[in-house]
């Protein structure tokens, strides 16, 4: 079993369609969590951090589910430039600052 | 803030030549990640540096790679000699915490 699993998709969603990925981990103990985006050819981008009591920043909302371990990813109101692959990370127990990446899913909002 | 700068963006080189990549991370960051991503196997690390000292390498692929951070503002990833499975993007990556920030990559080919 890979540490931190994704569907790949796509998702193809129409603009304005609420979206929702998750992304599930290996180790029960793992510390931190995040969601990151990668535009086509670009670097990751951190998005944003996943905490325990969940957070939301505009139309995205992150949660995290310890029992089920696995984290979530809510997009709202999609709009053409959220489409993207969405990477989520996983910071292992007793590994430092590393981060273990899912392979992504990739979204695709269309008109 | 100018962010993580990698060097060179693009490479294209003869199968066996050394390859060397740069990277300078955030000022004050104190880890150092090295990245390979492919369409295949995804992200995955490589080494991982903290405070200039390598502390999980096992992502290594062979004895042809090596990395090395002389100072907190450098590192070079190396391959020697260059093989064409080595075709990938190369990401540098640093962080103080555990939000790592990612530099624009280098696109290996390997013909």
């Known amino acids: 079993r890979k540490e931190v699993e994704q569907d790949p998709g796509p998702f193809n969603v129409p603009e304005g369609a609420t979206v929702a990925f998750n992304c599930t981990y290996s180790n029960s103990a793992s510390q931190s969590f995040f969601w990151y985006r990668q535009d086509c050819r670009k670097e990751p981008k951190l998005l944003m951090s996943v905490y325990s009591s969940g957070n939301e920043d505009g139309r995205f909302t992150a949660q995290l589910n310890r029992a089920s371990q696995y984290i979530s990813l809510l997009i709202r109101d999609s709009k053409l430039s959220d489409s993207a692959t969405y990477l989520c990370a996983v910071n292992p127990p007793n590994a430092g600052n590393m981060l273990t990446f899912g392979g992504g899913t990739r979204l695709m909002v269309k008109p | ?89 190369y990401f540098c990556a640093s962080s103080l915490r555990t939000e790592a920030f990612f530099g624009q990559g280098t696109r290996l080919t390997v013909v």
């Open chain 2, 1 to 89: 803030d100018a962010g993580v700068i990698q060097s060179p963006r693009h490479e294209v080189t003869e199968m066996g030549q050394e390859v060397t990549l740069r990277c300078k991370p955030i000022s004050g960051h104190n880890s150092l990640f090295w990245y390979r991503q492919t369409m295949m196997r995804g992200l995955e690390l490589l080494i991982y540096f903290n405070n200039n000292v390598p502390i999980d390498d096992s992502g290594m692929p062979e004895d042809r790679f090596s990395a090395k951070m002389p100072n907190a503002s450098f590192s070079t990833l190396k391959i020697q000699p260059s093989e064409p499975r080595d075709s990938a993007v």
